[in-house]
């Protein structure tokens, strides 16, 4: 093995180093060669650091209360593999959408253990959850009781998501709990929502959900909008959502996990007592930090700013662009302070920054770059603007697979009809 001569800030998958050469290793696998082999832009995936943190997630939470769900949130990393990862750690998930439960069901995920979310649900995305026998539908609105009651032909149970009017600290994209939201009822409304459900033939009601945000830094936010809940009375389940942030730049320290999963138990406690079954979904907490997108360096050039271009961008990482979401970078055998410059994608707009200013030492064409942190909500907004191919490879104890190919240029042709 070898020698190790630099452990990595902890916006890195956990175990990256730099070997005596000053190159990256991320799941024991050399960033150079998984670049040569693999080709770039690529996700890069510790499975390591996953399980790590699905077991952290599980200790954190299995400490403090008895009866707890953990369900990966699925649209923070939708691939077979992830899926299936975090289900082999003994995690249900959450599906957002019918491809989303298509994906679930093919990763093998106990179909009881897959709960349906969504402000916006078709007819059809909820027969397909009934036909598979999912465990709870997350009624956001009064069509979705409509509409399964309609649809179902045995007894369905059924959560009721609830904006508590509670803000969470984070990007207003990215903001749910507010009272004036898109998603859930306000807490009048989820009254008359129990009641409706209460009276329903084929309905059974099972909890409260509530998610009031994602990249939250802050706790108490989540405590508050435990409170609220309980102001609607006692139940058997308590579905708490996700929302823990992750550090994208080495000086953000996001809470503990053991901090978080103390924070939402004991105000659980405190409003509903013991028994009750906790659930809790996170997503970005469990994905985030285990994967660094590799690109390569194509153009470095000076128009008044230096510009350094690679061969990825807006097409695997969205974030900066939607959110002014910041990263940092390094060359992935140079690491260490530089020149600041503009790191930038290959897509035909001015808006496709991944860092402005990055830190990055003398990057040149073909060197490889490394953006960390880059699992939760990456390859799920991944796009193939400007025609680009997308692949994830999953490394662990120093081996490489790839888990979802780049596409071919046939791949992104096939669809067309014409
Ligand atoms: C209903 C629901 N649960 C869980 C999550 C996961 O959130 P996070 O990735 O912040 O943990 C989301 C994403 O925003 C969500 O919408």
């Known amino acids: 093995m070898a020698t190790t001569t630099q452990q990595l800030s902890h916006v890195y998958p956990i175990g990256s180093y ?6 990256l290793h991320v799941g024991g696998c050399d960033v150079l060669e998984l670049a040569r082999e693999y080709g770039t832009p690529a996700y890069i995936v510790d499975e390591d650091d996953l399980r790590q943190r699905a077991r952290g997630f599980k200790e954190a ?11 990966f949130a699925t649209k923070a990393f939708p691939c077979t593999a992830v899926l299936r990862l975090f289900a082999e750690e003994g995690f249900g998930c959450d599906v957002a959408s019918g491809g989303e439960l298509a994906l679930a069901l093919r990763a093998g995920v106990d179909p009881a253990r897959i709960h349906l979310h969504g402000n916006a649900k078709s007819d059809e995305e909820i027969a397909e959850a009934l036909a598979a026998g999912i465990g709870d539908v997350v009624i956001d609105n009064f069509d979705d009781v409509e509409k399964l009651e309609r649809l179902a032909t045995g007894t369905q149970t059924v959560q009721i998501r609830i904006t508590p009017d509670v803000a969470g600290d984070t990007h207003a994209a990215i903001s749910t709990g507010q009272a004036d939201s898109k998603f859930g009822f306000g807490l009048d409304d989820a009254r008359a929502a129990i009641e409706r459900i209460e009276r329903s033939r084929n309905l059974e009601l099972t909890g409260l959900h509530a998610h009031i945000g994602s990249q939250l830094l802050a706790l108490q936010p989540f405590r508050l909008a435990v409170a609220a809940m309980a102001s609607l009375g006692h139940f058997t389940t308590v579905n708490l959502g996700g929302g823990l942030g992750v550090a994208y730049t080495r000086e953000q320290e996001p809470p503990r996990v053991a901090d ?7 105000a659980v406690h405190e409003h509903f007592g013991a028994d009750v079954t906790i659930m809790d979904e996170p997503g970005r907490a469990l994905v985030g930090n285990g994967c660094v997108t590799i690109y390569t360096v194509q153009s470095v050039k000076r128009n008044v700013s230096t510009w350094v271009g690679v061969d990825g961008g807006m097409s695997d990482n969205l974030r900066p662009m939607l959110y002014g979401a910041r990263y ?32 990055l030492r003398d990057p040149q064409p073909g060197d490889v770059v490394v953006t960390p942190a880059t699992g939760g909500y990456g390859h799920s907004m991944a796009n193939n603007y400007n025609g680009q191919p997308r692949p994830v490879i999953f490394c662990s104890g120093g081996d490489a697979r790839v888990v979802v190919r780049r596409e071919t240029y046939a791949d992104l042709l096939a669809r067309d009809e014409a």
């Open 18 to 23: 730099l070997d005596e050469r000053g190159r």
């Open 328 to 359: 940092e970078a390094a060359v992935a055998d140079r690491f260490g302070h530089g020149t600041h410059r503009h790191l930038v994608g290959k897509h035909c707009e001015s808006g496709d920054v991944l860092i402005t200013l990055a830190d």
């Open 61 to 71: 939470f299995a400490a403090l209360h008895d009866r707890v769900e953990l369900v």
């Open 260 to 266: 978080y999963a103390r924070a939402k138990v004991e």
